[in-house]
């Protein structure tokens, strides 16, 4: 009898309980498969293909070298993938860990499992991140979530299987639209091992101070969320080896972690979420808010949005250096979505798709939560509309993001870099700007386009609808604050 081990969203062998307990078998594959579905999804990018070839390479050398094995890669359906290996080879169990991402992925579990259970095949998934799969309580799931994350975590081992030699798909020969992938992190267990020891024993003791400016989180802020999306490292031993490095440190540093860590429980925590309610992909979590954008979206600053030619140098500037990095800090990731959804009024599930491909770290628990909640359709969270304005004088105050960013704007004194618009006519020949030439003119009034978005938004808010919607809400997502 033959297993197979079926690597998806965990490309790591240290800490794999689905490969450790796979392993055990006579006769193993181990497979990964580039679904066809998910390279022609519209939340799927180079980055991501480019972050999964770099991880993949990195397992195979690694599975090479420990075990003498191969990894077999597919591309195509995922079903009818299954189905070949079925035909060819005598298949008991097949090993893999749950998995919780965009609705197309629950679609292909449910058809696996629809085959599975008719060829009489055992399909064997495990936890990574504490999710509560049944009978979810809110009032013990933190416990049961610190009680998951602690147990001791699993290491590779020797052992006796024999491993079978299948099939290699060559990645290189998936063609996607071209997005400069240069300048991404790399994928693979190495960097992510990396990353987790630089952070915890350097880069993160101002991580609570630096983590909010895009100038200084490049390097203050972990830069582990790429890895725990693929499975590069697993998050158990991230938040065991936190906690190791928080009882050894003291102040700054300490709290530095400690906020750390309590976002690898919120990290959970609304993976929680989009599990217990998956329909936050497409539709508000509040349907009191249902109509509120469908109808008045404007092309034309959706187009100056995603270009970062909308008027607003930090805008713009954050945007042109997602598009290069495919990474962007997460105050800054709220400002793109708020001044989206708020002073430009665009509707939340389409600029969430184009910025699902450009987050290397795309987690759609995570994503579409943080969307709809700077969006103001999640109906239990505070309305929070950020002024472009202010936060580019808060976190590049001396405008060096913005000019390394939105180069025509270098020669701009320091005092007008946020809003250059106020420069005087002498000022602009001074320096060669022409108006709405060298630079766009913003796209809208910031503070008439803000006080309108403020205005729409409570009146539905306060609607008894809303705020009856809101309690049920609360009562089945919101965490309990007193055990959390």
């Known amino acids: 009898m033959t297993n197979v081990m079926w690597f998806r969203n965990d490309l790591r062998i240290e800490d794999n309980e689905a490969f450790h307990s796979a392993l055990k078998s006579d006769s193993l594959i181990l497979i990964y498969i580039i679904d066809q579905q998910f390279l022609s999804k519209e ?26 094995a191969s990894l077999n890669i597919y591309c195509g359906d995922t ?33 696996c499992d629809a085959l599975f259970r008719y060829k009489n095949i055992h399909w064997k998934k495990f936890d990574q991140f504490g999710i509560q799969l049944s009978n979810r309580n809110r009032s013990t799931w933190s ?28 990645v290189e020969n998936i063609k996607m639209d071209e997005i400069c992938t ?6 693979g267990a190495k960097f992510a091992q990396n990353n987790l020891s630089s952070f915890l024993s350097d880069r993160g003791e101002f991580y609570r101070s630096q983590m909010s400016s895009p100038i200084t989180a490049e390097t203050s802020c972990s830069r582990l969320s790429p890895h725990i999306a693929f499975g590069t490292i697993s ?31 919120w990290h959970c925590h609304f993976i929680q979420k989009y599990y217990d309610e998956p329909s936050i992909e497409s539709s508000n979590l509040n349907e009191a808010y249902d109509g ?4 008045s979206f404007n092309e034309k600053l959706f187009i ?20 290069n990095t495919g990474w962007i800090n997460f105050r800054m990731r709220a400002m793109l979505v708020s001044f989206a959804s708020y002073q430009l009024w665009l509707d939340w599930r389409i600029t969430s798709k184009y910025l699902a491909r450009l987050f290397t ?25 950020y002024n472009p304005i202010k936060q580019s004088l808060d976190h590049d105050p001396n405008g060096n993001f913005i000019k390394e960013w939105v180069p025509e704007l270098r020669e701009v004194p320091d005092k007008h870099i946020h809003q250059p618009w106020m420069m005087s006519p002498i000022e602009m020949k001074f320096v060669d700007y022409k108006r709405g030439i060298s630079y766009p003119e913003p796209l809208v009034d910031n503070v008439l386009s803000t006080q309108l978005a403020k205005d729409r938004i409570w009146s539905i808010k306060k609607t008894n609808k809303a705020r009856e919607l809101s309690k049920i809400i609360v009562q089945k997502h919101a965490s309990n604050k007193n055990k959390f």
Not at 46 to 66: A, C, Q, V
Not at 182 to 187: F, H, L, T, V, Y
Not at 258 to 264: A, G, N, V, Y
Not at 292 to 295: D, G, I, Q, V
């Open 304 to 323: 100056a949005w995603k270009s970062g030619m909308t008027g607003f140098p930090f805008i713009d500037a954050c945007m042109r250096y997602l598009k």
């Open 292 to 295: 509120l954008r469908e109808n």
């Open 143 to 170: 416990y049961e979530w610190k009680k998951f994350m602690s147990k001791k975590y699993t290491d590779y081992t020797a052992c006796n299987c024999k491993f079978i030699k299948d099939y290699k798909y060559r």
């Open 182 to 187: 240069d300048n991404i992190q790399k994928g």
């Open 361 to 385: 770290d795309y987690e759609p628990g995570i994503h579409y939560s943080q969307v709809q909640m700077q969006s103001g359709t999640t109906g239990i969270n505070t309305i929070r509309i």
């Open 43 to 68: 939340t799927t990018s180079p980055f991501h293909l480019r972050f999964i070839k770099d991880s993949l390479t990195d397992l195979e050398n690694r599975l090479e070298t420990k075990f003498y």
């Open 235 to 265: 998050l158990k031993r991230i938040y065991q080896e936190t906690i190791k490095t928080i009882k050894t440190s003291d102040g700054d540093y300490k709290k530095s972690l400690m906020s750390f860590k309590s976002r690898l429980a």
């Open 79 to 111: 079903v009818e993938i299954f189905k070949n290996l079925i035909s060819k080879y005598k298949i008991s169990c097949v090993y893999s860990h749950n998995i919780f991402k965009e609705s197309y992925i629950k679609k292909v579990d449910d058809d």
